[in-house]
Every structure is written in structure tokens, then in C-alpha cells.
């Protein structure tokens, strides 16, 4: 059987009192006496419940932190990375995964809020209202969005300027040369997809270049999705020189659906992504992306929740940050500009 406070003390010569104070360093006691509880502590292997701390000192230096299941690295480069800078802090961390699911976002909710965590951090893939609005319920517990998700106002929010993102896009494109631009793009109704379509629409405007309706497709920021889209890229009766897609993954499906239909990247075919996922660096040929900067990412996150934490607020606030170009070797001057299939 685990030893208890009683234990401790009575090993000491003590009170419980004064082994809770010299534990938790909540009052002056004298050096002699500190010195027996620590050693009757060690004798008996004593643990202190972090539940009865927590209920002292009201913090369980545990932070929560809720993701919806997706393919893409990006997020398990991201959760990495926060829970890397946790530890550092001095914080656990407790991940759950939703599946985009409302019942399972509840259950989760409720369980982090029965252990006690100090705070959440949320990092939504999919819109889901109902999901959404149980996670706004929880006004008690302090929460950090990441990337995208609620944007009740009572939310500390981290974005990324995927407008500006699309916009550097699409001019280096144009800048090696390109008119002939496709653009994939993740799903309409995601912020980030939103955002990054208009950067390729301003980028094009600014350029005095015609949108060709055909080349512009939707999908679902996943390779499968990059694939299906080149697919249909492939069924047009004029090919694009170059494609903008809205992250790595869609890129790299389109990338091997064109190299299997043996069109040479990027001597025949430019292409762009957005995220900077790790994979990038190693496809063939290595892809120019955005960088999508996720340990910063992280970093914000934690510190924003922990000075939530610190000094509280009724007010949420919103933080962006700045993304910026990765050159390889998937982008090249076009050989022509009248290409047909």
C-alpha cells in the first residue's frame, strides 16, 4: 500500500500540516524539521497526489490539447512541437484525438475539465457546428485556437496569413515566367482555403492575367485529393505550365499522378505547395513550398495559454503569423506556353 501524508508525518514526528507546508513550500519551517519530512519521505516512497496538490494550489500543470484526425504531417509536426515547448514549461501534456466527431469532442471536453487541466489548445481540419459549439461551452477553461477552429471572441486565435501565403505563391510562379497557372484548392468552406485562392486571384489580377475557370479545382488538402485533381487537370484540352496547390499534400498527388503520366517536373510542369511539411524536402524533385512556420506556431500557442493563465482575460485576441517562400527544385521557367496534350 502507497504511503500517505499521515504516514509521512507520523515517520517525522510531526503534524500533517506541517508536511504539506514544507512539501508545498507554503509557509517558513525550520530547516531541522524540513529536513526529516524529506527524509521520511524518501524512506517511505511517499508521492503526493497531484489531484489533492491541485486542489491547493488550483493548477495541475497539465494542458489539454484536442486534434481532429488528419493525413497530413503537418499536424503531427505541429502537436511535436507543442508538446516539446510543454515540457520545457514544465507542463504535461494530454492529446486527444476527435475525429471530427461532437460526441467525442464532449467526452474529451469533459474529461479534461474532470482532470483538471489548466488549459486547452484546439487545432481543428473540419468545420462542424455542432462540434464547434460544445467546445464554445466550455467558457471556464482557458483555450487557444491553432490554425483554425471557433472564432468566438472570448478565443485567444493563431493564424497563419494564407492570403499573404497564396499571394507569394503565385508571383514566384509568375515571376519564373508562368501565365498558364492552375490552381488546387482545399475545401470552400476552410478559412485557409479561402484565404489562399484569394492570394492566387490577387497575384493573377496584379499581373494583368486571365483566370482559366478549367484549371481552377477544389479538393480536400489531401495527396488522394492532388491526385484526383491532376486527373482531371490531365482531361482539359490545354494543359497549365505551372500549379499553385493549397498545401504539400495535394502537391505531391499531383506531382506522381503527372510524373506516371510521364510529364518531366519541372522542365514540362512547374509546381508549388504550402505548409513546408517535412516529406517536402525529400519528394522527387524536392518541392518549392510555403513555409507554413510550425514551430512558432507552437511556441505562441503554449506561451499565449500560460499567460492566459497568469493573468486572466475575458477578451480573446488574435495573432497571425508570417509565412514565407521555400525554394527547390519543382519550379522552372515554362518551355512553352502553348502546350496541348
Known sequence: MAATIKDVALHAGVSTTTVSHVLNETRFVAETTRERVFKASRELNYAPSAVARSLKVKTTKSLGMLVTTTLNPFYAEVVREVEKYCYQQGYNLILCNTDGDPTKTSSY??????????GILIMCTAYDDAQFQTISSQRDLPMVVMDWGPTDAYLDRIQDNSFKGGLLATQYLIDAGHRDIAYIGGPKEK???QQRIEGFRQAMADAGIRINPDWVLESDFECEGGQLAMTELLTRDRLPTAIFAGNDMMAMGAMSVAQQRGLKIPEQLSVIGYDNISFSAYFS??????????????????????DRLNTPRSEGKVMMLEPD???????AAPAGQDRFL
Open 109 to 118: 471536453l469533459q474529461m479534461l475539465a474532470q482532470k483538471r487541466v489548466d
Open 191 to 193: 478559412l485557409p482555403a
Open 285 to 306: 524533385p524536392p518541392l518549392t513550398t510555403v513555409n507554413q512556420p510550425k514551430e512558432p506556431l507552437a511556441k505562441l500557442a503554449v506561451s499565449t495559454l500560460i
Open 325 to 331: 517562400l521555400v525554394i527547390r527544385h519543382s519550379v
